[in-house]
């Protein structure tokens, strides 16, 4: 088990689906990440929340949409996704943006899109 | 964007083995960690490491900042530290935004 929980483990969904993916941590982090990871690659950046701002990586479509309701959460909302989107989806977080912290991954959430 | 290349790409090794993992990257850095995946997708932070050198068991690390590379050593491997081998690197110009490598795919025979 780690520090970082993510829900669901596992997750299938229609092209026409509405879905959420949940991550938390409870060890007083400040920032918080997505990340995408297609098979045999490594992950890719999508989105980071830190003191309560979001930058987004300009390149991730609009059809995933991240929302931290409060400091230990990150939800990451998926609607009309497309077979490509089909990846582990790993959250991390770390005690602060910019310094010099290391990162506590989850243990992801393996999305089929079909 | 920061340039992250890891080598090599592949290595086997015979149990009892020692290793040596590279990582070059192409701009100065505010912070780099080395990361393990196992088979089942958990990342596993080994070491952060912006400069200097540190060691943890079997394994230890080295960055030398001023050269824009760090190496991961793995001493007497074993078969449970297969899995693949991520160096992420956040740069200056980008903080908090860590770019990783392609990795190194471990794998060790008994």
């Known amino acids: 088990d780690t520090e970082v929980t993510q829900t669901p483990k596992h997750l299938v969904m229609g092209m026409t689906n509405k879905k959420s993916l949940k991550c938390e941590q409870h060890?007083?982090?400040?920032?918080m990440y997505w990340y995408k990871q297609k098979a045999k690659k490594p992950p890719e950046l999508m989105f980071v929340y830190s003191y309560e701002k979001l930058s987004i990586n300009e390149s991730v479509p609009s059809r995933f949409s991240p929302e931290c309701p409060n400091s230990s959460l990150l939800n990451l909302h998926l609607h009309a996704l497309q077979p490509e989107d089909s990846a582990l989806y790993l959250c991390a977080s770390s005690q602060a943006e910019g310094q010099t912290y290391g990162y506590t991954f989850g243990s992801g959430t393996r999305l089929t899109v079909v | 964007g920061i340039q992250v290349e890891q080598s090599p790409p592949d290595l086997i090794l015979q149990e009892g083995a020692n290793s040596t993992l590279r990582c070059n990257f192409s701009?100065?850095?505010?912070?780099l960690q080395w990361f393990h995946q196992n088979p089942w997708g958990q990342l596993i932070n080994l070491f952060y490491i912006p400069s200097g050198t540190k060691q943890n068991g079997r394994l230890s690390a080295t960055t030398v900042a001023t050269e824009r590379y760090s190496l991961l050593y793995i001493s007497s491997s074993q078969t449970t530290d297969s899995g693949v081998y991520f160096c992420a690197v956040e740069p200056y110009t980008n903080a908090g935004k860590s770019t990783f490598g392609d990795g190194t795919t471990l794998t060790v025979k008994p």
């Open positions: 701009d100065s850095v505010n912070n």
């Open positions: 060890m007083g982090h400040r920032a």
